[in-house]
C-alpha cells in the first residue's frame, strides 16, 4: 500500500502561481509512476500530468501544457506539480495518484493509489 498526501493549495489571484505536493508514505520501494488529476465542481476528473520514475518522461494536457510543471524528488518520495499563469478555468480539487511499475500513465483508471486531494481556486 501507498498513501499520498497533497498539499499547497490555496487561493491564488489569475496569472499568479502555486506549487502543488505530493508525498509518498509506505511502500515506496517500487518504480511508481505519478501523475496528477484535477475535478472541477460539477465536472468530471480529468488528466493533468504524469511523470515517469526517473522523471525523464513527462506529459501534460493541452490546457496546462507550457504553464504547468510536474517534477519529482525520488529521495524525498515527494512530487510536485509548479503552476504558472493560473486561469480561473483551473479551479478544481487537484489529485495525486501512483501507479507501480509503469512509465507514464494518462489513464486515470489504471492508477492505483490516489491522495485525497488539494483544493485549487484561482480568481479572476
Known amino acids: 500500500q501507498v498513501q499520498l498526501v497533497e498539499s499547497g493549495g490555496g487561493l491564488v489571484q489569475a496569472g499568479g502561481s502555486l506549487r502543488l505536493s505530493c508525498a509518498a508514505s509506505g511502500r515506496t520501494d517500487r518504480a511508481y509512476a505519478m501523475g496528477w488529476f484535477r475535478q472541477a465542481p460539477g465536472k468530471e476528473r480529468e488528466f493533468v500530468s504524469t511523470i515517469s520514475w526517473s522523471g525523464g518522461t513527462t506529459y501534460y494536457a493541452d490546457s496546462v501544457k507550457g504553464r504547468f510543471t510536474i517534477s519529482r524528488d525520488n529521495a524525498k518520495k515527494t512530487i510536485y506539480l509548479q503552476m504558472n499563469s493560473l486561469k480561473p478555468e483551473d479551479t478544481a480539487v487537484y489529485y495525486c495518484?501512483?501507479?507501480?511499475?509503469?512509465?507514464?500513465?494518462?489513464?486515470?483508471?489504471?492508477?492505483?493509489?490516489w491522495g485525497q486531494g488539494t483544493q485549487v481556486t484561482v480568481s479572476s
Open positions: 495518484a501512483a501507479k507501480p511499475w509503469h512509465t507514464i500513465v494518462v489513464v486515470q483508471e489504471e492508477y492505483d493509489y
